[in-house]
C-alpha cells in the first residue's frame, strides 16, 4: 500500500517541513507543495457552501488555499479534467478540477482569488489545522467546532459568525 495512505497520525508533521505530497486514489495524479509552514501555523480553509459539499462528497470540504506557484501538479495519464461550475454564489464560474478516472477532486481555481490555487486536502497524507470556515451559517447543528478557527457567515473575508 502507498504511504501516502491511511492513517495521518503515523506521518509526523516534522517530515513536511519544506512541503508535502499526494495523489488521487488511481495514482495519475501527484500533486507536490513547495511551503515550509503548512504545519507551522493553522492553514487549512474548511467549505460548508452546498457546492463543495457535492464535490467532496461529504458535509464540508476540507482546502489549503496556496499560492500557485508553490504547487506542482503532474498528471502522468492525462487524467485531469475540469468542470466549470457555473452555479455559484458569487456569479464567478469555479474551475473544479478531478481525475476523470477515480473521480478524484483534486483542486479549484475561481477568478475572485487570482494567483492562488484551492487544493482538496484529502489526498495528501496530513490535513493542516484549519484557520477559518466559510458558509459556516451552512454547518450542520450536530457538527463539532473547531477552536481557534475563524467562521465566516458566508464568503471568506465576509461577515464572521
Known amino acids: 500500500m502507498d504511504k501516502l495512505t ?17 495523489n488521487c486514489l488511481c495514482g495519475s495524479i501527484h500533486v507536490t507543495i513547495t511551503d515550509s509552514e503548512l504545519f507551522t501555523r493553522r492553514r487549512g480553509h ?4 452546498a457546492n463543495c459539499r457535492k464535490v467532496s462528497g461529504s458535509y464540508a470540504s476540507v482546502n489549503l488555499i496556496i499560492e500557485e506557484g508553490k504547487v506542482q501538479i503532474e498528471d502522468r495519464d492525462g487524467t485531469l479534467r475540469e468542470y466549470k461550475d457555473k452555479e455559484t454564489m458569487s456569479g464567478n464560474p469555479v474551475g473544479r478540477w478531478f481525475c476523470s ?15 492562488v490555487v484551492i487544493l482538496k486536502l484529502g489526498i495528501f497524507p496530513r490535513i493542516p489545522a484549519p484557520e477559518f470556515e466559510s ?15 475563524i467562521q465566516f457567515k458566508t464568503k471568506l473575508g465576509g461577515e464572521k459568525v
Not at 17 to 22: E, I, L, N, P, Q
Open 6 to 22: 491511511g492513517n495521518p497520525n503515523q506521518h509526523d508533521p516534522s517530515s513536511f517541513s519544506t512541503g508535502m505530497k499526494g
Open 46 to 49: 474548511i467549505c460548508h457552501c
Open 101 to 115: 478516472r477515480c473521480g478524484n477532486p483534486v483542486k479549484s481555481v475561481t477568478t475572485n482569488r487570482p494567483g
Open 135 to 149: 458558509f459556516a451559517l451552512h454547518r450542520h447543528e450536530w457538527q463539532g467546532q473547531h477552536e481557534e478557527t
